[in-house]
Antibody, heavy 122, light 111 residues
Framework: QLQLQESGPGLVKPSETLSLTCTVS??????????WGWIRQPPGKGLEWIGT???????YHNPSLKSRVTISVDTSKNQFSLKLSSVTATDTAVYYC??????????????WGQGTLVTVSS | QSALTQPASVSGSPGQSITISCTGI?????????VSWYQQHPGKVPKLMIY???NRPSGVSNRFSGSKSGSTASLTISGLQAEDEANYFC???????????FGGGTKLTVL
C-alpha cells in the first residue's frame, strides 16, 4: 500500500523559508506513471494547490506562489520536497503531499499524506 | 486568476439525494474532463471521490456520481447517510497556465 509522510518544522519565523519533505513508501517515486504534488489548507479554509513534480525534475507551480516555491525530488531517498521562502502568517496551513493518478498535471490526487501543520509566527 | 465556485453549504435528510455544483469562470470546467471531487471530514485527509468528471475510484460507493454540463460540474450523492456529512471540494485545471484550482468547498449537513 502506497504511503506518503510529510516531515519538517512545525513552526517557522516570518520572512524565513519553510522546508518540508514527503517520504514515499510502498512504491517508487521514480515510477513513470505518476506526478507528485503539494497542497495546503489554511485552518478552517479550503485547499490550495502549491505545485507538482515529476521524478525527472519537471515542475509546475501555482502562479500566485511561483516566485517563492521550490519543489525538488530525490529519487535515491524516494522523497520530494517543498521550500517556500519569505513566509508570512498567511502561509500558516496544513501542508499535504499527494500522488497524482497519472502523468498529467491535471490528474487527480489519489493518495495523500496525513498532512503537517506549519505555523508561521515569531 | 480564475475561480471555481461552490455553494458554501447544502443539506439533506437521510435517504435523500443532494447535488453540489462547481461553476468555473471562463472555460475552466467546460473544456475538460479533468474535474475531480474530494471529501474531507473535519480534521481528516481529503479523499478522492470522483475523477475525470464522472469516474469513481475503487472502493467509493456508487451513491456518489459526477457529471458536467457546460461550465458547471456537479457531484450528486444519493441515499444520504450520516457518514456523508463532510466538506466537499471540486478541482479542475486551467490549461493556459497549467494551473490546478480547487473550489472553495461545500459543507454538507445531513439533517
Amino acid at each position: 500500500q502506497l504511503q506518503l509522510q510529510e516531515s519538517g518544522p512545525g513552526l517557522v519565523k516570518p520572512s524565513e523559508t519553510l522546508s518540508l519533505t514527503c517520504t514515499v513508501s510502498g512504491g517508487s517515486i521514480s515510477s513513470s506513471g505518476y506526478y507528485w504534488g503539494w497542497i495546503r489548507q489554511p485552518p478552517g479554509k479550503g485547499l490550495e494547490w502549491i505545485g507538482t513534480i515529476y521524478y525527472s525534475g519537471s515542475t509546475y507551480h501555482n502562479p500566485s506562489l511561483k516566485s517563492r516555491v521550490t519543489i525538488s525530488v530525490d529519487t535515491s531517498k524516494n522523497q520530494f520536497s517543498l521550500k517556500l521562502s519569505s513566509v508570512t502568517a498567511t502561509d500558516t496551513a496544513v501542508y499535504y503531499c499527494a500522488r497524482l493518478d497519472r502523468v498529467v498535471v491535471a490528474g487527480s490526487f489519489d493518495y495523500w499524506g496525513q498532512g503537517t501543520l506549519v505555523t508561521v509566527s515569531s | 486568476q480564475s475561480a471555481l465556485t461552490q455553494p458554501a453549504s447544502v443539506s439533506g435528510s437521510p435517504g435523500q439525494s443532494i447535488t453540489i455544483s462547481c461553476t468555473g469562470i471562463s472555460s475552466d470546467v467546460g473544456d475538460y474532463k479533468y474535474v475531480s471531487w474530494y471529501q474531507q471530514h473535519p480534521g481528516k485527509v481529503p479523499k478522492l471521490m470522483i475523477y475525470d468528471v464522472s469516474n469513481r475510484p475503487s472502493g467509493v460507493s456508487n451513491r456518489f456520481s459526477g457529471s458536467k454540463s457546460g461550465s458547471t460540474a456537479s457531484l450528486t450523492i444519493s441515499g444520504l447517510q450520516a457518514e456523508d456529512e463532510a466538506n466537499y471540494f471540486c478541482c479542475s485545471y486551467i490549461r493556459s497556465s497549467r494551473y490546478v484550482i480547487f473550489g472553495g468547498g461545500t459543507k454538507l449537513t445531513v439533517l
